[in-house]
């Protein structure tokens, strides 16, 4: 007779996929009157969505040894209502984890493998908290049906749940590199990010911030020594680990050859060796655009710093290294006019040039890098306040301006250092001068000297905002209008003093804030000093 219950128990623990063992038998001697059921604790409270990590389901004190749970016919399962069922005569709506898959610890201890079909749903909501039911194989509890499985312990809402949350991936990040001193943003793409999770670059611990949608992530980047490519590891709160391998390289630092020089001579030709040279646009770098969002390389005091402050840069460079030819991925060469910051303007002249859209081509080899900034008029198609922003080649330019209709035959066109417009205003004790858009203003026209009503003498422009608007050295003296003259750039000679050679893919200011911002770090290689021998 013992042995014909016994079948029976176990034919129907199979329709669940389980095996029932043998110790189940023993309970059937129990009170016949059905049991209070067990209200448990699950550990961890949480996990990715999926699945495939370990959770336990524990009891404080088995009131009832009905409730015990017992190996090979104590089933779990995951249920999203309100309260776990009673019993179970069918397949639950998530997957069932049969008594083969369930370890029993102890009679109020079990552990289980969370099973992937339990967590259909994505993102981090309530919508994804979870009960955890344990049941017992049909007929091993007294004063139960024997034809269902029945409900002997519960984690629900009210003594805990089980959280699912979204499994992370990282698609994508930006920047892959920077220099050993950090700084600057790491922005990383991907769904189910978590700010509350552990995130780690090289090994380095790292704080983000997360968007709502929980697909971006900013991360400060920290310091490290010079290596990689590093991976960056992202664990989530609830679980689950995105790993993006190979993700960011650290640069070591600059050497400079030669790392000292004369501001009494007006050039020094210098190699700088370091990494990533072959991915940055070196192009501009004339000496006349030296805020540009291009490769620069920078004689800078102390610890440059592009965060805008007011119109300019916290900490800007000193001067700019010119002409600058990557040799190679860890090579380039430039040059330093310590004597006089940089190429002089050209004086006036006429040459003869055709104009196509922007672009002026004269009938020979006349133009350089000190053209960059120059007036350029002659016919009446040729705008006011156009000047050259940009040398193309010994026979063409850039101008800022198109004129009214091409220019197809050879016509003389006038270059000048200097510009004038009649549209400014000042306003008495400001440093703002506002144009109605002939002036032009441009990041070449910093440094240079400006006169007209109501301009102390001496006064240069120290920082261009906009096209037309740029602020002066010093305050206007009176409020007024009129005719403006914009000067050559002066030569400025390079103070004696301890620099610092820094390389950046941008000049931009607030270049910092883009998410591909680079910039050299600071080392003893980098060093330059600056004499008068």
Not at 27 to 49: D, F, I, K, Q, R
Not at 74 to 97: G, K
Not at 205 to 219: D, E, H, M, Y
């Amino acid at each position: 007779m013992q042995m014909e219950k016994a079948s029976s128990r176990r034919r129907k623990a199979l329709q669940f996929g389980a095996v029932v063992g043998v110790t189940a038998a023993a309970v059937l001697s129990a009170n016949p009157a059905m049991a209070a059921v067990e209200v448990a604790t699950v550990s961890p409270s949480s996990g990715p969505t999926a699945g495939g990590n370990t959770v336990t389901l524990s009891v404080a004190t088995l009131s009832d040894p009905a409730q015990s749970f017992i190996q090979g016919s104590t089933a779990v399962t995951l249920e999203n209502a309100a309260t776990c069922s009673a019993s179970l005569t069918a397949a639950p709506s998530f997957p069932l984890v049969a008594p083969a898959a369930v370890t029993v610890v102890s009679a109020t201890k079990l552990a289980f493998t969370v099973p992937s079909g339990a967590t259909t749903t994505g993102g981090i909501s309530a919508a994804n908290d979870y009960n955890v039911c344990a049941y017992s194989a049909p007929g091993a509890v007294p004063g139960a049906s024997t034809a269902a499985w029945t409900l002997i312990g519960k984690a629900e809402a009210a003594g805990g749940t089980y959280h699912v949350g979204a499994s992370p991936t990282i698609t994508s990040i930006t920047p892959r590199a920077a220099g050993t001193q950090g700084g600057g943003t790491l922005i990383i793409s991907g769904t189910g990010l978590d700010s509350t999770g552990t995130w780690s670059l090289g090994g380095t611990t790292v704080t983000p911030t997360v968007n709502g949608a929980f697909t971006l992530a900013t991360v400060t980047i920290p310091a490290h020594a010079a290596g990689g490519p590093f991976a960056l590891v992202h664990t989530k709160s609830e679980g689950g680990t995105a790993i993006y391998p190979a993700a960011f390289t650290y640069a070591a630092g600059l050497n400079v050859t030669p790392n000292t020089a004369s501001n009494t001579k007006a050039r020094t030709d210098v190699s700088v060796t370091g990494t990533n040279f072959s991915s940055i646009n070196f192009t501009t770098t004339t000496g006349k655009t030296p805020d540009d969002a291009n490769g620069h390389v920078y004689l800078v005091k102390g610890n440059y710093d592009p965060a805008k402050t007011g119109l300019v840069k916290a900490n800007p460079q000193t001067t700019e290294c010119l002409n600058v030819v990557p040799i190679s991925d860890s090579e380039l060469l430039c040059s330093l006019y310590l004597a006089g910051g940089g190429y002089s303007m050209s004086t006036a002249r006429t040459v003869s040039a055709t104009v196509t859209g922007t672009t002026l081509t004269a009938a020979a080899g006349a133009f350089g890098p000190a053209d960059v900034g120059m007036l350029v008029t002659g016919p009446t198609t040729i705008t006011a306040g156009t000047y050259i922003t940009a040398i193309i080649d010994p026979t063409k330019v850039m101008l800022s301006k198109a004129p009214t209709a091409a220019i197809t035959t050879a016509t003389n066109i006038v270059l000048s250092p200097s510009r004038s417009f009649s549209d400014a205003t000042l306003t008495a004790s400001s440093t703002a001068l506002t144009s109605g858009g002939t002036a032009a203003f441009a990041a070449s026209d910093v440094g240079r000297p400006i006169s007209g009503v109501g301009i102390p003498a001496g006064t240069t422009i120290s920082a261009v905002g906009s096209a037309t608007g740029a602020t002066l050295s010093q305050a206007a003296t009176a409020s007024a209008s009129g005719t403006y003259v914009i000067g050559a750039a002066p030569l400025n000679e390079v103070p004696i003093g301890v620099y610092t050679v820094t390389v950046v893919n941008s000049g931009a200011v607030d270049a910092q804030n883009t998410p591909a911002y680079q910039r050299s770090v600071i080392n003893s290689g980098s060093t330059f000093t600056v004499a008068d021998f």
